[in-house]
């Protein structure tokens, strides 16, 4: 591993963040976490950031905007398209899941209630969306 890894979790869920950092820190990555309770949010943090994350992890269901909404714009901008974007969600619809492949979604992490399996999750995601970029 090389250098300081920036990821972005997007969750209206505080808990949800929570839990994303500290399974982040048991993974042993150097990392900086930068959090948004909405879409909305994201994309304004994102506009103004001068070092873009290496990876995107966005919930789907959210007040404000949600993730498919958030998606889509962060694909037609192209400062932000190229950040892999995973999105996390609780919804094992596969039409949630096919919907946000079409979007550009480079990964589908279903939520998991096991903190002990999340760890383990995010570094599958981060390995198969990024190759050697984890």
């Keep these: 591993m090389s250098g300081k890894k920036i990821l972005m979790i997007v ?6 963040r929570l839990f994303f950092e500290i399974a982040v820190r048991e993974l ?7 959090c948004a309770e909405n879409g909305l949010e994201a ?11 290496d990876y995107i992890f966005l919930d789907l269901n959210m007040p404000v905007m949600g993730g498919k909404e958030c998606l889509k714009v962060l694909k037609m901008n192209a400062k932000l ?8 969600s609780t919804s094992n619809y596969m039409e949630d899941i096919e ?3 079409q979007l550009g979604a480079a990964y589908y992490m279903p939520k998991t209630p096991d903190v002990v399996r999340l760890p383990a999750d995010i570094a599958l995601a981060m390995v198969t ?5 984890f």
Excluded: A, Q, W
């Design 129 to 133: 969306v990024g190759g050697n970029r």
């Design 28 to 34: 042993g990555i150097n990392f900086e976490c930068v």
């Design 81 to 88: 398209s190229g950040v892999p974007v995973i999105m996390y």
């Design 11 to 16: 969750d209206d869920d505080k808990d949800n």
């Design 43 to 53: 994309i304004e943090l994102l506009d103004k950031m001068t070092v873009l994350p």
């Design 99 to 101: 919907s946000t492949k």
